[in-house]
């Protein structure tokens, strides 16, 4: 068990509606990551959040944001939903800090995000 | 722009085989790590490493900074060690655990037979 919860597991919704993903990372770490895994894409880092604050985006969509929240736990919100967001999103979450170097990362079961 | 390449892209073993999966990637990096994934889908984390060799049961990761180079070696390969295995690199620094930043390999689907 890596500590790290991720809920729903599964979700499936319609094209052009709104989803939240919620994650909540191991007791301890102020960084959360989200992933995208899809299956043409394969696996691409979306965004980092470091103790409330954006730190690091990566191939994320406009329609999509997330944020953390003041007890650490962060929540990706996707938009206009696509067929093609039809994906694994994956949280992960590391101990981070100023002066911690390379600690390891402790990845959630994933939320499969079915969009028809 | 920073490019993870794996090797090979499939591989069925025997069970007892030693296996090893190469993995190169482009530019400077400030980690790289070796990743498991299960056919149900969840993520473990095998190694993290920035130098030299790591061991952890009968897996060994090494990395080779200079040739920007790394392998993932599996001693007595079992069965339940087919997965995919994913090589990442990090190259976001160091600051406020940036090591989560990752550009992802396109993995290695393991197969072993008893």
């Known amino acids: 068990d890596s500590g790290v919860t991720q809920t729903p597991k599964h979700l499936i919704t319609a094209t052009g509606q709104r989803v939240t993903l919620r994650c909540s990372p191991r007791s301890g770490d102020l960084s959360v990551y989200w992933y995208q895994q899809s299956l043409d894409q394969g696996l691409q880092f979306l965004i980092h959040?470091?103790?409330?604050?954006?730190?690091a985006k990566g191939n994320i969509l406009e329609r999509f944001s997330a944020q953390q929240f003041p007890d650490l736990h962060s929540e990706l919100n996707l938009s206009s939903l696509e067929l093609g967001d039809s994906a694994l999103y994956f949280c992960a979450s590391s101990a981070g800090g100023t002066r911690v170097l390379l600690s390891p990362l402790h990845f959630g079961n994933g939320t499969r995000l079915t969009v028809t | 722009k920073n490019e993870v390449e794996q090797s090979p892209q499939n591989l069925t073993a025997q069970e007892g085989e030693f296996i090893t999966i190469n993995c190169s990637y482009s530019v400077g990096i400030s980690a790289l790590h070796w990743l498991q994934q299960h056919p149900g889908g969840g993520i473990v984390s095998l190694f993290m490493?920035?130098?030299g060799k790591k061991k952890h049961g009968r897996l060994i990761a090494t990395i080779n900074i200079q040739e920007k180079h790394s392998s993932l070696h599996i001693t007595a390969s079992h069965p339940r060690d087919s997965a995919v295995y994913i090589c990442?690199?990090?190259?976001?620094?160091?600051?406020?655990?940036?090591?989560?930043?990752?550009?992802f390999g396109k993995g290695t689907k393991l197969s072993v037979k008893p």
């Open positions: 490493l920035s130098s």
């Open positions: 990442a690199v990090s190259y976001g620094g160091y600051y406020g655990g940036s090591q989560g930043n990752l550009i």
């Open positions: 959040y470091y103790n409330g604050e954006e730190r």
